[in-house]
């Protein structure tokens, strides 16, 4: 069964410390992969999208990582900001099979 | 440019009733794609249209249909509601078809549809 599966499902961290969120996947064959950031109350932010063929990818502070191999994928936030503060959605697309699988998110809690 | 418009931000509705939310894409947007977002099923690809057609369809009954129009904008009707049909309802546009390909997806800020 395709999944995806993020941890850790929540975190909390200290302003201006770096935090690092996990995608596992079993999607198979694999398309893309993209992290989305969602503030609470509004529609999710595309952060960073990777092909299978793509190893890492950068948005402002935020680094994503994919290993095509493991089948896995992670997101680095750099100095955090209390705008950090929100869900932060893994989705895999699987080629050829039209379907988008989800994870469940992890909730990130940036503290001054 | 103005971003991608849902409405109406708020419904309330009860069981067995019928409703039809509507999204405005960005403009020069072909691709829409619709979701639900419930606390405990997270986010669910419901379905995605390009070009007035239905390209692809996630795991959702029949009583969720979609259509589009020619501006690209597009409408989500849910017949014969259910509780279990509460929940954030987002809809997202890009240039192509972005399921599959690279192109960045623009969410709305969603409808939250109520049902009692």
């Known amino acids: 069964k395709n999944q995806v599966e993020q941890s850790p499902q929540s975190l909390i961290i200290l302003e201006g410390k770096n935090c690092t969120l996990q995608c596992n996947y079993t999607v198979s064959p694999f398309s893309n992969l993209r992290w989305y950031k969602q503030d609470t109350g509004r529609g999710p932010v595309s952060l960073t999208i990777m092909t299978f063929s793509e190893n890492t990818k950068s948005n402002g502070r935020y680094t994503a990582t994919l290993d095509a191999d493991t089948k896995q994928s992670s997101l680095h936030i750099t100095a955090s900001q209390l705008s950090d503060s929100a869900s932060y959605i893994c989705v895999v697309s699987g080629r050829n099979t039209g379907k988008l699988i989800f994870g469940q998110g992890t909730t990130l809690q940036v503290k001054p | ?116």
């Open chain 2, 1 to 116: 440019k103005a971003g991608v418009t849902q409405t109406p931000r708020y419904l309330i509705k009860t069981r067995g009733q019928q409703v039809t939310l509507s999204c405005s894409p960005i403009s020069g947007h072909r691709s829409v794609s619709w979701y639900q977002q419930t606390p405990g099923q997270g986010l669910q690809f419901l379905f995605e249209y390009f070009s007035e057609t239905q390209r692809n369809k996630g795991n959702f009954p029949g009583r969720f249909s979609g259509r589009q129009f020619s501006n690209s904008r597009s409408e989500m009707n849910v017949s014969t509601l259910e509780l279990g049909d509460s929940a954030l309802y987002l809809c997202a546009s890009s240039l192509d078809a972005s399921a599959w390909g690279t192109d960045t997806q623009y969410f709305g800020p969603g409808t939250r549809l109520t049902v009692l």
